[in-house]
């Protein structure tokens, strides 16, 4: 308007920056295409460098092999019993790492009681429970989202604890002294101020949940990606190892994704991070 | 009945922590007594137990001996009929600016649509119309603060607490929080008892200054400020705002070199 100088230095300043904002993405993608390059180069010369390429498929075939899978119903099937299985084995585990999280941090009975057997447990790989939780549960689809809930259990609730017993407490003074009663503190004071650890929580649990699922399909299960990976190896379709691997980057990937954005759809108040690390 | 609200009569106040088997008494023999609508600054040296006298009143901390009466009601625990203004980082950072104001009257039950009304007053009161939809943590530690007095005022509450609620401000910032302060005050009559450490701010806002004795903190003087209101900000170049000044200084001065050197009891 009628302050040109001041609207013209930030324009000035902002033509480097955008230069550097198209300038990135090219560095990056130019990163992935080396490296597949690379990938591409090991298999055709059939390397042999300690490491040997010479059984590794080829850019090419892994991507013949994923058209090929990806047309057919049956890579479906895998993928929706691992789908299934994770939301599921999340969604037990959110509701009791949050819940008994919430408790134990906000009381001190609750603590002493609850998080003795929490801390016992946790140092167990969910992987080591692969037996137990065969012999535990009656079917092969129970067990398996009995890893992956324990898998995803012990960050959630490790950082609900945190995230209440790092709530201000001048927070919850300010809220007596409002009229706030002990159930709107643990509304209003409690749970909002616990939800940047929570989700920080849900997404490391996520991540360890899907290294849970994968373990447990290798080891007993009858579907799922990871079973499906794992077969690929037992009868020698090795394209299909590296599709399989490829899917469970992708969908675990996406689901730290769906997990971020809920997270900063629930928490509009945190400072917007254009690049928050995974 | 609103006439008469806002009467505090703290007795033979004495409050003692226990930490670690250490005994600190913060404060011992603390007597004051302030009319409905009085504005009384607590002034003194640091540590010498001024915020405790606050949070007595709040009922934060419960006194070891003595009491504390608001309007005839023994002080049991913290109610909206004595709203605290903290120093700073007071405000739910998850709400915004409105809906901040708006929590007393939320947790009294009031409607959604009459308690927005009711906070909006409060806002433009203290200068943030057009602020409501924004986040604390989008605010200057200035317009946080102000925000802090419009929630606790938005509750009508008969006392409010203030705990050094400029302490964090630059100075031109916090003249200015002291000027709007009188002038919400005006408008919205309520006990305000002050704690501060800053000399011209006691004398300029309060109606009486009491100033503190070392720790255990006392009353060890009741100063009137029969300085005029409104209080334009060019009082404090007044010969009689210099001759209090004067006067408390030598006050303050003497219990901050005691703080230093007293013997631990």
Redesign the interface.
């Known amino acids: 308007m009628g302050t040109a100088p001041l609207v013209g230095a930030p324009a000035d300043a902002a033509a480097p920056l955008r230069l550097a904002g198209w300038r990135r993405p090219v560095l990056r993608a130019s990163s992935i295409a080396l490296c597949l390059v690379a990938w591409h180069v090991a298999t055709l010369w059939d390397l042999d460098l300690y490491v040997r390429f010479q059984n590794i498929p080829s850019p090419g075939d892994v991507l013949t092999e994923a058209v090929a899978l990806f047309g057919s119903a049956s890579f479906y099937v895998h993928i929706l019993a691992s789908l299934e299985r994770i939301w599921l084995g999340f969604a037990i585990a959110t509701v009791l790492g949050v819940g008994l999280g919430l408790v134990i941090g906000w009381s001190t009975l609750a603590a002493d009681v609850l998080f003795p057997p929490i801390e016992l447990l946790r140092p167990i790989p969910a992987v080591a429970w692969v037996p137990i939780s065969i012999m535990l549960w009656p079917t092969e689809r129970s067990s398996i989202v009995f890893i992956t809930t324990l898998g995803a259990f012990f960050p959630i609730v490790l950082n609900t604890i945190h995230g209440v017993e790092g709530i201000?407490r001048?927070?919850v003074?300010?809220?007596?002294?409002?009229?706030?009663?002990r159930a709107?503190i643990f509304r209003?004071?409690v749970l909002?101020?616990a939800?940047p650890s929570i989700v920080t929580g849900l997404s490391v649990g996520m991540g360890v949940s899907w290294i849970c699922l994968i373990s447990a399909e290798m080891i007993s299960g009858q579907f799922g990606v990871g079973y499906f990976t794992w077969v690929a190896y037992g009868i020698v379709k090795y394209s299909q190892i590296v599709v399989g691997m490829l899917t469970i980057g992708v969908l675990g990937m996406l689901s730290s994704l769906v997990i971020r954005l809920v997270g900063a759809r629930c928490?509009?108040?945190l400072?917007r991070r254009d690049e928050a690390g995974a | 009945m609103d006439t008469v609200a806002g009467r505090i009569e703290i007795t033979d106040l004495g409050v003692v922590f226990g930490r670690d088997g250490r005994r600190v008494e913060a404060v011992r023999g603390f007597t004051l007594m302030t009319t409905p609508g009085e504005f009384v600054a607590l002034l003194g040296p640091s540590g010498c137990g001024k915020t405790t006298v606050l949070n007595a009143v709040a009922g934060f901390v419960p006194p070891t001996v003595g009491r504390v009466v608001v309007d005839g009601e023994r002080v049991a625990e913290p109610g909206a009929d004595r709203g605290m203004v903290f120093q700073q980082h007071s405000l739910f950072p998850w709400k915004t600016v409105l809906a901040n104001v708006e929590f007393g009257l939320k947790m009294r039950g009031i409607g959604s649509l009459e308690r927005s009304l009711q906070a909006r007053r409060y806002l433009s009161l203290v200068g943030l119309a057009g602020f409501e939809r924004a986040y604390p943590g989008e605010l200057s530690g200035g317009m946080q603060q102000r925000v802090g007095i419009a929630r606790v005022l938005a509750n009508r509450p008969r006392v409010m607490l203030m705990d050094e609620p400029f302490g964090a401000l630059d100075a031109q910032t916090r003249l200015a929080m002291q000027e709007l302060l009188l002038g919400v005050w005006r408008e919205v009559r309520t006990t305000v008892l002050f704690v501060t450490h800053d000399i011209d701010e006691a004398i300029f806002l309060a109606d009486r200054v009491a100033v503190m004795t070392a720790r255990p903190g006392q009353v060890r003087d009741l100063i009137p400020v029969k300085l005029p209101r409104p209080r334009p900000a060019e009082v404090i170049a007044t010969a009689e705002f210099m001759a209090l000044k004067g006067r408390v200084l030598a006050q303050v001065r003497e219990e901050s070199g005691r703080a230093w050197t007293a013997p631990r009891p």
């Open positions: 201000d001048q927070l003074r300010a809220a007596t002294c409002l009229g706030a009663g709107a209003e004071v909002p101020g939800l928490m509009p108040w400072p």
